[in-house]
T-cell receptor, first 115, second 116 residues
């Protein structure tokens, strides 16, 4: 079974600075999909960014980008120009190929943004 | 456009009592998911529906949990009887077609259950 590990329970960043959240995963598959989700306090979880494992190019969505290292099974999230609204729990998730596959989430990293 | 709606938002019950959670997915979304999120953990899938068919319920504790999506639209998740360890947040999510990896899952706000 696939596992997703987020080794940083909490991170803190100053407003306008850059922060990187770590994620590693374990799989024997060669093709799969990776995601970062954001869960603000008492609000819905939303998708931040996604990456297809067969694509070497790292995904980017505005201030959010990933560093995907397939051989190392690492999928980190970089948030540039951090804003107060970025404060949330961030979950890394894995999905294998196949129509019946499901999302496997990590334990999350709580990001604090300070002035 | 309304998002995924869940009710109630909070529920406090005593152990051994029954409880039910309701979810209305985004209009037109064929796939509906129920997740369990324990404190300090990521969500774990309980059951997934494609229209009215439960296509993955392998993680649903069937001795006390049940779910239904009779008309392929809204869904109810029930626990009977509730145990102390069931205290958690129950999330509902929906997507247009869950068989496609690139179909985004949209999550509801969750129901926070406390069992005393």
């Amino acid at each position: 079974a696939q596992t997703v590990t987020q080794s940083q329970p909490e991170m803190s960043v100053q407003e306008a600075e850059t922060v990187t959240l770590s994620c590693t995963y374990d799989t024997s598959e060669s093709d799969y999909y990776l995601f970062w989700y954001k869960q603000p306090p008492s609000r819905q979880m939303i998708l931040v960014i996604r990456q297809e494992a067969y694509k070497q190019q790292n995904a980017t969505e505005n201030r959010f980008s990933v560093n995907f290292q397939k051989a190392a099974k690492s999928f980190s999230l970089k948030i540039s120009d951090s804003q107060l609204g970025d404060a949330a729990m961030y979950f890394c998730a894995y999905r294998s190929t196949g129509t019946a596959s499901k999302l496997t989430f990590g334990t999350g990293t709580r990001l604090q943004v300070t002035l | 456009e309304a998002g995924v709606v869940q009710s109630p938002r909070y529920k406090i019950i005593e152990k051994k009592q029954p409880v039910a959670f309701w979810c209305n997915p985004i209009s037109g979304h064929n796939t509906l998911y129920w997740y369990l999120q324990n404190l300090g953990q990521g969500p774990e899938l309980l059951i997934r529906y494609e229209n009215e068919e439960a296509v993955d319920d392998s993680q649903l504790p069937k001795d006390r949990f049940s779910a239904e999506r009779l008309k392929g639209v809204d869904s109810t998740l029930k626990i009977q009887p509730a145990e102390l360890g069931d205290s958690a947040v129950y999330l509902c999510a929906s997507s247009l077609d869950g068989r496609r990896w690139d179909n985004e899952q949209f999550f509801g706000p969750g129901t926070r259950l406390t069992v005393l």
